[in-house]
């Protein structure tokens, strides 16, 4: 099956700073997914980005499918963007997504 | 809008009991799906639904059972319980492919302890 690894897996920051996130997948995919767990557990959809380039506010977020890559930039970070970022994929039907083992992000004031 | 709502938020189980976890969503969408996720790891697909009526394994189906007979409801059952199976429970549903956005939702979790 798709091996999905991001990196870094823990990533610390003062807040203001910007960070970025990797996600390499081992195949070609149909779908590709950004979430943000919060400390409470709680999973948001940050970008549906099977190729090229979108943004959201402070978030933006680049796929390279031809390289199998996709990249999560965060700019001048705030303590509520704490928590684990997951990458997702699927390939072929019905969005059965495989997820990344995550990015544990802390941001300190 | 509740989007998608889990039941029981909390449960502890002792090894060999049964318990049905309960999804709702109310975005009409066609397809739902069971996730758990252990300390450390991402989510793992436990089943999946693609409408009323039908269901399908993911990557971790043994343990567990699965129910959709209403669109909006996705039920996932544990016969007996093994302490191997605690963990929190993410049910979550989208839309098919061909949409631009699948629209994919998930619930707040479950948490189980078997003991």
């Known amino acids: 099956g798709i091996q999905v690894e991001q990196s870094p897996p823990d990533l610390i920051l003062q807040e203001g700073a910007n960070s970025t996130l990797r996600c390499n997948f081992s195949?070609?995919?149909?779908?590709l997914q950004w979430f943000h767990q919060n400390p409470w557990g709680q999973l948001i959809n940050l970008f549906y980005?099977?190729?090229g380039t979108k943004q959201n506010g402070r978030l933006s977020a680049t796929t390279v499918a031809t390289e199998r890559y996709s990249l999560l930039y965060i700019s001048s970070s705030q303590t509520t963007d704490s928590g684990v970022y997951f990458c997702?994929?699927?390939?072929?039907?019905?969005?059965?997504?495989?997820f990344g083992a995550g990015t544990r992000l802390a941001v300190h004031p | 809008n509740a989007g998608v709502t889990q039941t029981p938020k909390f449960r502890v189980l002792k090894t060999g009991q049964s318990m049905t976890l309960l999804c709702a969503q109310d975005m009409n969408h066609e397809y739902m799906y069971w996730y758990r996720q252990d300390p450390g790891m991402g989510l793992r697909l436990i089943h999946y639904?693609?409408?009323?009526?039908?269901?399908a394994k993911g990557e971790v189906p043994d343990g567990y059972n699965v129910s959709r007979l209403k669109k909006q409801n996705f039920l996932l059952g544990l016969e007996s319980a093994a302490p191997s199976q605690t963990s929190v429970y993410f049910c979550?549903?989208?839309?098919?492919?061909?949409?631009?956005?699948?629209?994919?939702?998930f619930g707040s979790g479950t948490r189980l302890t078997v003991v």
């Open positions: 979550a549903s989208s839309y098919p492919q061909g949409r631009n956005n699948y629209g994919y939702t």
């Open positions: 195949d070609s995919v149909n779908n």
């Open positions: 997702a994929v699927s390939k072929g039907g019905y969005n059965k997504l495989i």
């Open positions: 980005i099977p190729s």
């Open positions: 639904s693609v409408g009323e009526g039908t269901t």
